[in-house]
């Protein structure tokens, strides 16, 4: 059995997410895994870098497997892109060693979320952004962002509000720029790794900051209550993106 790795995009919209669902076969691993499965004539358990949520798209997932073929990686990658939906690509396959774990291994996770802020959104771009009626204040959200980075007890941040596990993560940074031209806020987040809806709750957050609602300085009220309540809105999914997994 060789392990493999892979580099994988895929648009989110139809799907439920990135996690295989029991009798739910309309997910993004759902899909891989049965056409490597009918590859290879075996159960295959593919493991992915990053859970994406319903909606969420990836332009870097990455995700690998043990698989028993004589195929070359190339042939793989040909026959996962014949016979997967046209939203889901394989970008890349090779050969890993076999202690890797896409999961385990990764170090970083690079998302962006993207916001259109004009009258009205490209009608060719509206499934893969968020659209605000008005332009929010940017100086403040980069002041606000400046709270969120660090490694802070995230549970205000948490969309699963019985969470077990540690809610610490660590944010690397967080930038938010803007495209005068096509009028998009684009906002990166850098981490080590992130909650359930963490980053749509932390840009609604951010927006609210954006509009008035909130002021910078309340972040720290935020973490402390450790309370989903105490955060802002969740952003919806459509304008997220998993840029890429640093390993």
Not at 22 to 47: A, C, F, P, W, Y
Not at 86 to 92: G, T
Not at 146 to 161: E, I, K, P, T
Not at 183 to 205: A, C, H, N, P, V
Request: aromatic content about 10%; proline content about 3%.
């Amino acid at each position: 059995m060789q392990n493999y790795k892979f580099l994988i995009e895929y648009d989110g919209t139809r799907y439920n997410g990135w996690q295989r669902l029991k009798g739910n076969d309309n997910t993004i691993q759902g899909k891989l895994e049965t056409v490597l499965s009918r590859m290879t004539d075996q159960e295959v358990q593919l493991t992915g870098a990053g859970r994406t949520d319903a909606g969420v798209h990836a332009r870097g997932q990455a995700a690998n497997a043990f698989l028993e073929t004589d195929m070359t990686e190339a042939a793989i990658r040909t026959y996962m892109n014949r016979y997967l939906p046209e939203d889901i690509r394989v970008i890349s396959v090779e050969k890993a060693d076999p202690r890797f774990h896409s999961r385990f291994c990764a170090r970083k996770k690079c998302y962006c979320y993207y916001i259109s802020t004009g009258e009205k959104p490209s009608v060719f771009e509206r499934k893969y952004l968020y659209h605000v009626e008005t332009m929010p204040d940017l100086e403040k959200m980069r002041q606000a962002a400046a709270f969120l980075v660090g490694r802070h007890n995230f549970r205000s941040f948490c969309g699963n509000r019985h969470m077990k596990k540690s809610t610490v993560r660590t944010l690397e940074s967080i930038d938010v720029s803007f495209d005068e031209d096509k009028e998009i806020i684009k906002i990166s987040y850098l981490g080590d790794g992130f909650l359930q809806y963490m980053i749509r709750i932390m840009t609604g957050t951010l927006l609210e900051v954006g509009d008035g609602r909130r002021s910078p300085e309340d972040i720290p009220a935020i973490f402390e209550a450790g309370d989903r309540a105490a955060a802002g809105y969740t952003a919806p999914p459509q304008g997220l993106f998993l840029e890429k997994i640093l390993f």
